[in-house]
């Protein structure tokens, strides 16, 4: 699944420099992910990195965009294919 930060955001700013794949942007009044982008970190890193340095614990799974790790990864290689 994607990730999803909740309006418990503080826009602290930490997460959005964490994101691998700049899925995380300053949203009007929180941050947003991008679910096209996010792939919860997989091909990069073991955990996501936005969900260990946030300090108040407002992200989430995303249930409107439900996917597998295969599928995480999957998109983590057409992601950097696209890149290069």
């Known amino acids: 699944m994607a ?3 909740t309006d418990e955001c503080i ?5 959005e420099p964490e994101c691998p794949n700049g899925a995380i ?5 929180i941050y947003l992910i991008n679910p096209g982008l996010c792939t919860e970190c997989v091909g990069h890193y073991e955990t996501p990195q936005c969900v260990d340095v946030c300090p108040v614990d407002c992200i989430i799974l ?3 965009h439900p996917e597998t790790k295969e599928q995480l990864h ?9 890149a290069s």
């Open 3 to 5: 990730l999803l930060i």
């Open 11 to 15: 826009n602290c700013d930490v997460c």
């Open 25 to 29: 942007t300053q949203g009007e009044e």
């Open 62 to 64: 995303d249930a409107e």
């Open 74 to 82: 999957k998109k983590y290689l057409t992601l950097i294919q696209q």
